[in-house]
């Protein structure tokens, strides 16, 4: 027997958690279920354990729409945040609709039916679920698996080596050696926290990486709270610093020799006179080709400053008994080797998926408003922006799925499946060059050149396109509800 919900949300992340907050409020005469593969919600704010965790957003963005902020720090520490979607899901009883250890390992859609057979490993058993919609929020990367490069020489290396994704709190790192490979948002957060109790930490690095330093707390938002009621406190510093983020971001875009110099010297202020930025601070490509690393109060900087962590740019030749041989010739001691070298990127939550029996290959889809794919029905999925909050995004989709579910049932239509009208050129699904996106470019779906199939990385844009405008362009509504149903 199949248990049936009208909709199915993959994932208690914070994209399913926003997810079932707008199903219950906009679409309260529905059934839904958040299936959850760990024992607790929270996605990447429980998977991760590492020293510092921490978010590289303002919370004032991060944080839901419905639900304000409230903690001190706009960059928050990972436990606060997770306390924050722990509170969220109780007080709107969204951790009711939770079933943990459900790992979704397939999904057919039968046109027949109009519905999605959704296969489960659920304690040792083999389940199976139906629904009328299903709406995957199970992030983008994998979390069994992070990204590890098969270094030569890591078996004679005598101490610990540890991938972030993995850490236990049995890692030791007092008093001790550590070399931290990487140089992205897990590096530089790693770096200045292990500091604070290692004899020494160096982040070793390829090449460089935008770093920009950033009060932990935000002045303003800390102002608005003490002389207007809190959720306007919150809106406001919600929409100054998402449009503050967007003028930024294409101001450098637009004048990226400008930006890429403006950025180089904000860090060049904060190191001592002398420190090489041109080799350790100054990236080779423009600005937003890549993520910006956030760092809060310029702990990165202090650290170094301080001398009790440096930046060494250069390649491994091997790890040995006592560290890693650089390609320069040089050599880092190390008692501890953290590799934070990156995530495995695994889109849909590496469920197969198959419609009316034939198996989908995502290549050859297209995104429809970066949510929804070219033929695949009743399916849609969360996935936010490169260059802003994730949460922005995740929320806009949820409340435009809540704004689809409702036309069909006004329609008396039990699918809806986006198909182009007119021909779309396809390009890659997402416009970065950063290694763990180009290492599954081939696998992704693709976007369109033009609107609805242009995936847009701008929270305004799909603000108006989203939740105020047309919301059948280039969909087909079919497959209409039995008269007996609509009958009744």
């Known amino acids: 027997m199949r248990e049936h919900f009208d909709v199915l949300v993959v994932g208690a992340g914070i994209s399913g958690i926003g997810a079932g907050y707008h199903l219950q409020t906009h679409c309260p005469g529905r059934t839904y279920a958040i299936l959850e593969s760990r024992e607790r919600l929270g996605g990447t704010w429980d998977l991760f354990r590492y020293p510092g965790i921490r978010s590289d957003s303002d919370m004032f963005t991060l944080g839901f729409s419905f639900r304000p902020w409230t903690g001190e720090k706009a960059i928050a520490d990972g436990d606060a945040i997770l306390r924050y979607l722990e509170d969220t899901a109780r007080e709107f009883g969204i951790d009711r609709h939770i079933r943990y250890r459900h790992r979704v390992t397939a999904a057919a859609w039968s046109s027949e039916e109009a519905l999605w057979t959704v296969t489960v490993e659920a304690e040792g058993r083999t389940r199976q679920f139906s629904c009328s919609f299903l709406f995957l929020c199970a992030g983008y990367y994998d979390y069994a698996r992070g990204h590890m490069p098969d270094f030569a020489g890591q078996a004679d290396f005598r101490g610990r080596i540890v991938h972030p994704q993995f850490w236990t709190p049995d890692i030791d790192y007092a008093d001790k050696q550590v070399v931290v490979i990487g140089s992205g948002a897990t590096a530089v957060t790693l770096v200045p926290e292990l500091a604070k109790q290692a004899a020494h930490v160096t982040m070793l690095q390829r090449s460089p990486t935008y770093i920009v330093a950033r009060p932990s707390l935000d002045g303003i938002a800390n102002w608005l709270r003490r002389h207007l009621p809190e959720s306007t406190a919150y809106a406001v510093t919600r929409w100054k610093n998402v449009l503050l983020n967007q003028y930024f971001f294409r101001l450098a875009r637009r004048h990226p020799e400008k930006a890429k110099a403006r950025l180089v010297d904000m860090v060049r202020c904060e190191l001592q006179h002398g420190y090489d930025v041109a080799t350790h601070f100054t990236p080779r490509y423009d600005p937003w080709d890549q993520r910006l690393c956030l760092i809060p109060d310029g ?11 440096d930046v060494v740019t250069d390649h491994v030749a091997r790890f040995t008994a006592d560290g890693i041989a650089l390609k320069s010739g040089k050599t880092l001691p190390a008692d501890l080797i953290v590799a934070a070298t990156g995530l495995e990127v695994q889109l849909m939550g590496g469920i197969p998926v198959t419609v009316d029996g034939a198996a989908i290959h995502w290549p050859d889809r297209i995104a429809y408003k970066g949510m929804m794919f070219s033929g695949v029905p009743n399916f849609a999925i969360a996935f936010g922006y490169t260059n802003a909050s994730w949460t922005l995004k995740a929320d806009l989709t949820a409340s435009h799925v ?4 409702n036309r069909m049932a006004r329609r008396g239509m039990r699918q809806v499946t986006p198909e182009p009208q007119a021909p779309v050129t396809p390009t890659p699904f997402v416009d970065f060059t950063s290694g763990y996106i180009q290492r599954v470019a081939e696998i992704l779906p693709r976007q369109g050149h033009r609107a609805p199939w242009r995936v847009h990385q ?13 919301i059948d362009d280039e969909l087909v509504f079919s497959n209409p509800e039995p008269a007996r149903r609509r009958a009744a």
């Open 402 to 405: 809540v704004r689809l579910l």
């Open 299 to 309: 702990d990165l900087f202090v650290a170094i400053r301080e001398g009790r962590a």
């Open 458 to 470: 701008s929270y305004t844009r799909d603000l108006l396109a989203l939740r105020f405008g047309r």
